[in-house]
């Protein structure tokens, strides 16, 4: 590598993470710590019934007696969760405001700045926008137009008032909270989140979408989410996500369920830009999230996107489990690290159903000095005849002090299954580099269009209003404005 | 003088490749390189394009009034400078139209003119593609990606007619075509020909300056230039090989 290049590469470890400021805000938290006080004290700020909040504790009991899974690629610290607020809210929010009158301007006005507005004729055209602001959901846009349909989107503290027999039929049936230690504490303090539920027949006319903010200090995140598709219906759902600079590390647990009936498709998108800490390594977020859809019915489908550029730690695998005969899941994923961040992420795919497909497709960018590993399982029960499964997962590494690792598991127990698996690791290549630059590009320009060329098989799977978006985050995120 | 290159020598990785090597070029003229392999011929190409891989020792270059040294890659290739590679390289998921777009407005900006917009360059792309009888389908695919020899080489020869240089550089752009490529590829650069613009042909054989006709003619051997005259001299390399000239 020659002195330009390490030059640029220097310049991109500069971190101006540009979602990094403060709203100063009255909030009020729980005590900090976990016990059945906290988990009270959650569930009585929701308003919540009875049987939620038995099923909190449940989960709490469990999660006590577990341990943090340890096989990802990941080092840090061991987490205190007794130094940890489990709950914030700006002042006021016992109530969910009814409309933005009601919201402190102070809100309304961080969405702003963070290109989010609340107000229904300035967001992006066709895209309805629930906002999470620390443990609460602050706005729900386009409620009304999709009333209409039938479509319910809303916080899912909502739906666990207004829709308890969706809520109890659902939640935690494709991640029990049993699972393992983060989905058990997910369902123990689990705050706000989105609720979706398309009905029979319907396809969603306009993008879903949901915006995660951590704003307060000390405090996790632990956002829930529950997607349900009817039979035959289809939904697009997004999610982005930012956080202040902050010295400390903060915890982001969150927990997505998904489930797809027969014929119904669901396609989710996440633009995930915690903050990644500084360029020593120092702060940023501690993201572990699980994620999981059911392909419940015949012939339906789910499909995963995710650009991850953001968070110290990223613990993240996207999953499907594809029960129904004929269905489907996808897995798109762009990752990229830079400076000390790490990230073990990747997806399961399990295949019960006959003639079940999924198909993966990973990217991942180390630069810096940061760690970047794509983990995979694939596997195909006993009565998966003629299931199929393609995997891609390409590695391009910027610089010489990062690292990128693959860990592919495939297990067959039908082998009528086929596999095919594709892996490349490459080096960003300087006689592309030469090439680019004698046509005029800088240097920067020229990183930027060859890492955006080495992700476009991702990247053009996300909705379109976030496509240019999502290519712009990419390019930042080399430039170091993000990190 | 448009570019006159004094006395130059580099080295890359402790080889002396070029030696004391002079030339000067005018504008409008063309000039060919000849040479047998390991002359030094790209090594050359690749010093006045800026690759950063040798070492100047001694020598310098001027370009329309700039020390050549004191530019970067890019800044040589905004002041109008184009090399098509020898061998161009893949850039997959590089669509040709924005890349294309992204360096011509590069050197718009740099020579403070407006940038052209999406529409415009989307025109003036299939205008100068189908005059070099490129088809459509071509500009949907990713930088060289896939591409036949021929087909590279004749992309480099369509953003060389949309970057429209100063000095345009051919590496052995006549390797690997066929006659019918090499008459596509030469016929393009005749149409970009102008009293304005001149171009320095490097090449092994002779064939490619029956199509292309150089003002001037020089060989190279051993990293200098060892003579220099006519066309006449390309047929005699044609007839006795470089033999007599090392």
Redo the contacts between chains.
Sequence with gaps: M???TLNTLNSYSKNKYKYGFVTEIDDEKSKKGLNEDTIKFISQKKNEPEWMLDWRLKAYSKWKKMKEPKWANLSFPEIDYQDIYYYSAPKGFEKKPKDLSEVDPKLIDTYNKLGIPLEEQKVLAGVAVDVVFDSVSVATTYKGELEKLGIIFCSIGEAIQKHPDLIKKYLGSVIPPGDHSFSALNSAVFTDGSFVYIPEGVKCPMELSTYFRINAENTGQFERTLIIADKGSYVSYLEGCTAPKRDDNQLHAANVELIALEDAEIKYSTVQNWYPGDEDGKGGIYNFVTKRGLCAGKNSKISWTQVETGSAITWKYPSCILKGDNSIGEFYSVAITNNFQQADTGTKMTHIGKNTKSKIISKGISLGKSQNTYRGEVSFLRKADKARNYTQCDSLLVGNQCGAHTVPYIDSKNNTAVIEHEASTSKI?E??L??????????E?AVS??V??????VLQELPMEFAVEAQKLVSISLEGSVG | MFLEIKDLSAKIENKNILKSLNLNINKGEVHAIMGPNGSGKSTLANVL?????YEILNGRINFKDNDLFDL???ER??EGM??A?QY??E????NIT???H???N??RK?MNEEEIDNLSFAKLLKSKASDLGINIDMLKR?VNTGFSGGEKKRYEIL?MSI?NPDLAILDETDSGLDIDALKIVTDGVNKLKTKDNSFLIITHYQKLLDYIKPDYVHVMVNGSIVKSGGSEIAAEIEKDGFQKFQ
Excluded: M, T, W
Excluded at chain 2, 91 to 94: A, D, F, R, T
């Design positions: 020659n002195s330009e290549n006689d592309q030469y090439y680019c630059r004698q046509r005029g590009l800088s240097h320009e269009l060859i955006n060329g080495f992700c476009k098989q | 394009a800026g690759k950063e891989d970067n890659i890019e290739a905004q184009f090399l590679f161009p390289v850039i997959p998921g590089v924005p890349f294309l992204s360096a011509i590069s050197k740099r990713s953003q970057l």
